[in-house]
């Protein structure tokens, strides 16, 4: 039988070597259709907004101490996540593999249907997806951009739901197109954990807005 994951923890992550690995690459997003997409003939949905739905964003704040953002609500096709980095420490400097910085969006049966991981010691975003019968799956990765390096400008990192398994990726201007992962219940909480609360990345805490 599975055992029940909690959300105050992250699940240990394999060795580069156990997991079979894709490269993408971040490029300006009206170019993420053909870069990078796994369907290159459907374009990438627009992010739903409030001038457009009349909804308020959701808008909480996830610290890597404890707690998770619970937003009271699946994502849907359109909905999208803004997550606000107002401090980055991104260099790589004595950094060891065990650096890691990870968003998780976690879905009501306890999985993370999205894992978004900030590798400092070799400049690398980690995308994956786990439950605790499964393990991880297959892993999508990109090289640190110019504007995560650069740590003197604020950035959003944007995640759009398209359906289950099927998500796209912002860096500010940067997209990575549709990004498949192994195919979990739609999230509905958020999660920010570091592996050194003395030298987290982004800080102890980000601003997240559910957009819907």
């Known amino acids: 039988m599975a055992t ?27 170019a993420t259709t053909t870069a990078n997409a796994a369907h290159t003939s459907t374009p990438t949905p627009s992010h739903k907004t409030l001038s457009t739905w009349g909804n308020e964003p959701i808008r909480i704040s996830a610290n890597i101490w404890s707690g998770s953002a619970e937003y ?27 650096d890691n910085n990870a968003f998780n969006l976690w879905n009501a049966r306890g999985q993370i249907a999205l894992h978004l991981s900030f590798r400092r010691h070799d400049q690398s975003i980690r995308i994956n997806s786990y439950d605790s019968w499964h393990g991880w799956g297959d ?4 090289a640190f951009p110019d504007n995560l ?12 739901y398209y359906a289950s398994g099927s998500y796209g990726v912002h860096i500010g201007s940067l997209g990575m197109g549709e990004l498949d992962v192994d195919a979990y219940e739609a999230p509905n909480s958020f999660t920010y954990r570091v592996s050194d609360t003395n030298d987290a990345m982004f800080g102890e805490s980000v601003e997240t807005a559910l957009n819907y």
């Open 4 to 30: 029940e994951i909690s959300k105050f923890q992250q699940p240990e992550y394999p060795s580069d070597e156990a997991l079979v690995r894709r490269r993408v690459e971040l490029v300006p997003v009206d």
């Open 139 to 142: 892993e999508i990765w990109a």
């Open 149 to 160: 390096v650069d740590e003197t400008t604020p950035l959003n990192v944007g995640i759009s």
């Open 72 to 98: 009271g609500r699946d994502m849907e096709r359109g909905d999208s996540l803004s997550i606000t980095l107002s401090a980055i420490y991104s260099g790589k400097g004595h950094r060891g593999k065990s």
